[in-house]
C-alpha cells in the first residue's frame, strides 16, 4: 500500500507518533499502542465474525492477536476517496517464526494447541457459512483439477522443462491423491468434520511461520483471515507439512511437533487419522501444477521447475514419515 492509505487514520479515534513501513502495510506508533494499517479485499461480514473470533480469544486470556480497531463511526474498515478499504489492527513487535530454528518451531506449535483449546464456541447459524468444505470432497475436486492439468500439458507442442518435470512424475503424485481420496471416503472423514463444528471448534485457517511474531515476552498470532469452523488438527496439519518440506522431511523435527501438540491438546483418534489423510494427500504437488495451469505458460519462473525437482527428489523421505505415522 502507499503512503495516500494513512489518510484514512483521520477516521480513527487515535493520536500517531511515528509510522514505517511493514509487508504491504504501514506499521504506526500510536497512543494506543502499536497498530498496522493494510488494505482489505475481503467480505465485510467475514471480517465481523473474524472480529467476534478475536475478542473471543482476548475474553479467554489470549491478549496477542491482531483485533480489528473501529473507526470513529463504529465501522471496521474505513474508505479512502477512491473507495479502498483499509483496517486498522493490533499489532506488535518482534520477528516471524524461524522455520530453520527447532525451538521457535516448536514454540509455535505449543501455542497452537492452546490456541486450539479455547478456539471453540457454539456458532450461531449465520456463522456455519464460514466452515471447512469436507476433506472428500476438497480432494475430488484437487483430482480433478490434476487430470485437466494433466491433459492440457500433454497437448502442448513444445514443452517447457516445469512441463516435462510435471509430466514424468503426474503418475506417482497422482497416484497418492486418488488414494487419499479414497481413503478419505472409507474412513468417514465427513463425520469427523460435522463432530467438530457441532462442538463449535474454531480453526486459524492458515498457520504458518509468516502468522506467528515472537519475542522474549510473548508470542502473538495473526492474520485470522481464513478462520473457520473445521477440524482443529488442520491448522496442525499445515504448519507440519511446511516445516517438514523445508526440513528435508526430518522425522525426528516432524514427530517432536505431534508429540508438543499432543502433550497440550491431546489429539483424539479420529484427528489423528484425519492428520495421516491429509498428510498423505501430495498438497504441494497440486499447488505447484495449479499455480503453472493458471498463470503465463511462456515464461515458468526457474524457482518453480526447482521446487518440482525438490519434490521429487524428497519423496522417499517423505515416505518414511508417513510410515511413522500409520
Same mark, same amino acid.
Given at each position: 500500500?502507499?503512503?495516500?492509505?494513512?489518510?484514512?487514520?483521520?477516521?480513527?479515534?487515535?493520536?500517531?507518533? &511515528?509510522?514505517?513501513?511493514?509487508?504491504? &502495510?504501514?506499521?504506526?506508533?500510536?497512543?494506543?499502542?502499536?497498530?498496522?494499517?493494510?488494505?482489505?479485499?475481503?467480505?465485510?461480514?467475514?471480517?465481523?465474525?473474524?472480529?467476534?473470533?478475536?475478542?473471543?480469544?482476548?475474553?479467554?486470556?489470549?491478549?496477542?492477536?491482531?483485533?480489528?480497531?473501529?473507526? *470513529?463511526?463504529?465501522?471496521?474498515?474505513?474508505?479512502? *476517496?477512491?473507495?479502498?478499504?483499509?483496517?486498522?489492527?493490533?499489532?506488535?513487535?518482534?520477528?516471524?517464526?524461524?522455520?530453520?530454528?527447532?525451538?521457535?518451531?516448536?514454540?509455535?506449535?505449543?501455542?497452537?494447541?492452546?490456541?486450539?483449546?479455547?478456539?471453540?464456541?457454539?456458532?450461531?447459524?449465520?456463522?456455519?457459512?464460514?466452515?471447512?468444505?469436507?476433506?472428500?470432497?476438497?480432494?475430488?475436486?484437487?483430482?480433478?483439477?490434476?487430470?485437466?492439468?494433466?491433459?492440457?500439458?500433454?497437448?502442448?507442442?513444445?514443452?517447457?522443462?516445469?512441463?516435462?518435470?510435471?509430466?514424468?512424475?503426474?503418475?506417482?503424485?497422482?497416484?497418492?491423491?486418488?488414494?487419499?481420496?479414497?481413503?478419505?471416503?472409507?474412513? !468417514?472423514?465427513?463425520?469427523?468434520?460435522?463432530?467438530?463444528?457441532? *462442538?463449535?471448534?474454531? !480453526?486459524?485457517?492458515?498457520?504458518?511461520?509468516?502468522?506467528?511474531?515472537?519475542?522474549?515476552?510473548?508470542?502473538?498470532?495473526?492474520?485470522?483471515?481464513? !478462520?473457520?469452523?473445521?477440524?482443529?488438527?488442520?491448522?496442525?496439519?499445515?504448519?507440519?507439512?511446511?516445516?517438514?518440506?523445508?526440513?528435508?522431511?526430518?522425522?525426528?523435527?516432524?514427530?517432536?511437533?505431534?508429540?508438543?501438540?499432543?502433550?497440550? *491438546?491431546?489429539?483424539?483418534?479420529?484427528?489423528?487419522?484425519?492428520?495421516?489423510?491429509?498428510?498423505?494427500?501430495?498438497?504441494?504437488?497440486?499447488?505447484?501444477?495449479? !499455480?503453472?495451469?493458471?498463470?503465463?505458460?511462456?515464461?515458468?519462473?526457474?524457482?518453480?521447475?526447482?521446487?518440482?525437482?525438490?519434490?521429487?527428489?524428497?519423496?522417499?523421505?517423505?515416505?518414511?514419515?508417513?510410515?511413522?505415522?500409520?
Amino acid at each position: 500500500m502507499n503512503e495516500k492509505g494513512l489518510k484514512i487514520l483521520e477516521q480513527y479515534d487515535l493520536t500517531v507518533y &511515528s509510522t514505517r513501513r511493514g509487508r504491504n &502495510s504501514w506499521i504506526c506508533e500510536t497512543d494506543r499502542g502499536l497498530k498496522i494499517v493494510t488494505e482489505f479485499l475481503g467480505a465485510p461480514k467475514k471480517l465481523e465474525f473474524q472480529n467476534q473470533v478475536l475478542a473471543h480469544l482476548k475474553e479467554e486470556g489470549y491478549p496477542y492477536v491482531d483485533l480489528v480497531m473501529e473507526t *470513529r463511526e463504529g465501522a471496521l474498515f474505513a474508505q479512502d *476517496r477512491e473507495e479502498i478499504r483499509y483496517v486498522v489492527k493490533d499489532w506488535f513487535e518482534g520477528r516471524e517464526c524461524d522455520t530453520k530454528s527447532e525451538e521457535d518451531i516448536l514454540e509455535a506449535v505449543q501455542n497452537l494447541a492452546k490456541l486450539h483449546k479455547i478456539l471453540c464456541y457454539i456458532p450461531e447459524e449465520e456463522s456455519l457459512r464460514y466452515a471447512q468444505e469436507p476433506l472428500e470432497e476438497e480432494m475430488r475436486k484437487h483430482n480433478q483439477q490434476l487430470k485437466k492439468i494433466y491433459g492440457f500439458a500433454r497437448r502442448r507442442r513444445k514443452k517447457n522443462a516445469f512441463e516435462e518435470s510435471f509430466l514424468n512424475s503426474f503418475s506417482m503424485f497422482f497416484e497418492q491423491a486418488k488414494e487419499a481420496a479414497e481413503c478419505a471416503e472409507k474412513m !468417514c472423514s465427513r463425520q469427523c468434520l460435522e463432530e467438530s463444528i457441532r *462442538r463449535g471448534q474454531l !480453526c486459524h485457517g492458515e498457520y504458518n511461520q509468516h502468522n506467528v511474531i515472537l519475542n522474549r515476552h510473548m508470542i502473538a498470532t495473526t492474520n485470522f483471515y481464513k !478462520c473457520c469452523y473445521g477440524v482443529a488438527i488442520s491448522d496442525l496439519y499445515q504448519f507440519l507439512r511446511k516445516i517438514m518440506e523445508k526440513q528435508n522431511w526430518n522425522v525426528r523435527i516432524g514427530m517432536n511437533m505431534i508429540e508438543t501438540y499432543d502433550k497440550i *491438546r491431546p489429539i483424539p483418534e479420529d484427528e489423528r487419522q484425519y492428520l495421516r489423510l491429509q498428510m498423505a494427500y501430495p498438497e504441494k504437488f497440486f499447488k505447484l501444477v495449479n !499455480c503453472y495451469y493458471n498463470t503465463n505458460k511462456a515464461w515458468i519462473p526457474d524457482k518453480n521447475t526447482e521446487k518440482m525437482e525438490l519434490l521429487i527428489r524428497q519423496q522417499e523421505k517423505r515416505k518414511t514419515f508417513m510410515k511413522l505415522l500409520q
